[in-house]
Structures are given as C-alpha cells and as structure tokens.
C-alpha cells in the first residue's frame, strides 16, 4: 500500500471528525479479537476511528502503529487519545481520494 500524501490525509481527517469511535482500547490493550474487528470493520467502512481509554498504559502512538500493522491499514492520525485508520476496501470502494 502506498503512503498516504498530505492532502489525503487531511481529506480522511475531515470524513473522521463526524464519525464517532466504533472501537474502545482499555487496560487488555490489543487482543487478536480487537485486531480481528477493526480488520472487518475497516474492509466494511475504509475509515475507522478508535478510542483509547485512559486506563491503557501504553504509548498512543505505539499502539496505533502496531494496530495499523496487524489489520494492515494506515495511520491517519493520533489526535488526544483518538486514532484513525485508513485501509482501501477490497469489495466496496466508498471513499475516493483526491
């Protein structure tokens, strides 16, 4: 998958700020089930936004690269304890890039 450019993440930016967090990471952090959802749900929407808890000791932006590596997405952004993905959808392509 190639790299995200600037102007396509600030387009995936903008679709995530009117989504709510489909996913919650707490204090068990990744399990293979979390990885397994986000991994569907990315095939069935492209973007996902995910909630870290604050009881997850973990470092954000670790967190999200390991996430993004196991479903195979993209980091879109790491805002407060907000982390959005991006993966193009094999099946139903919805969100066309600039």
Known sequence: MT???????SYLM???ATQTPLFQIGKS?????LVT????AL?????????V?????????NVADALAGRSRSQVV??????IVLYRPSKTKKVIELP
């Not at 952090?29 to 089930?33: A, D, I, K, M, S």
């Open 77 to 82: 952004t790491v805002i407060g304890r907000k």
């Open 29 to 33: 952090g990744l399990t293979p089930e």
């Open 37 to 40: 959802a986000v991994g569907e």
């Open 3 to 9: 790299e995200l450019t600037s102007k396509q993440r």
């Open 43 to 51: 095939e069935a929407r492209e973007l996902v936004k995910i909630n």
């Open 53 to 61: 808890l604050k009881n997850c000791f973990d470092d954000l932006r």
């Open 14 to 16: 903008k679709l995530a």
